[in-house]
């Protein structure tokens, strides 16, 4: 029964930054693994970015070296650093546990000139 809020999307210019956040509340959030997924116009979910109770990350290969994924179980929050943003990194981006529990209401991203 975790809840999930995702917040810091907006409109950023292709080779800009962004940082998302992910507040986790209603369990003890250092017992779960996190992933970031996101999902595009006309293409499914895809996860993008994973960090394990113990901190170590994956990333798809799409992120690999542009992304950063962190969490502060202090504050029982995940984010995710994006830096040299592309216009196909346009998505609603959205967290979950895993195991997986119920879904937030994303934040979007746009990257456009």
């Known amino acids: 029964q975790v809840q999930l809020v995702e917040s810091g999307g907006g409109l950023v210019q292709p080779g800009g930054s962004l940082r998302l956040s992910c507040a986790a509340s209603?369990?003890?959030?250092?017992?779960?693994?996190m992933v970031w997924y996101r999902q595009a116009p006309g293409k499914q979910r895809e996860l993008v970015a994973t960090?394990?109770?113990?901190?170590?990350?994956y990333y798809a290969d799409s992120a690999k070296g542009r992304f950063t994924i962190s969490r502060d179980n202090a504050k029982n929050t995940v984010y995710l650093q994006m830096n040299s943003l592309k216009p196909e990194d346009t998505a609603a981006y959205y967290c979950?546990?895993?195991?997986?529990?119920?879904w937030g209401q994303g934040t979007q991203v746009t990257v456009s000139s």
């Open positions: 960090i394990t109770t113990g901190g170590s990350t």
């Open positions: 979950m546990t895993d195991p997986p529990g119920s």
């Open positions: 209603g369990s003890i959030f250092s017992f779960y693994a």
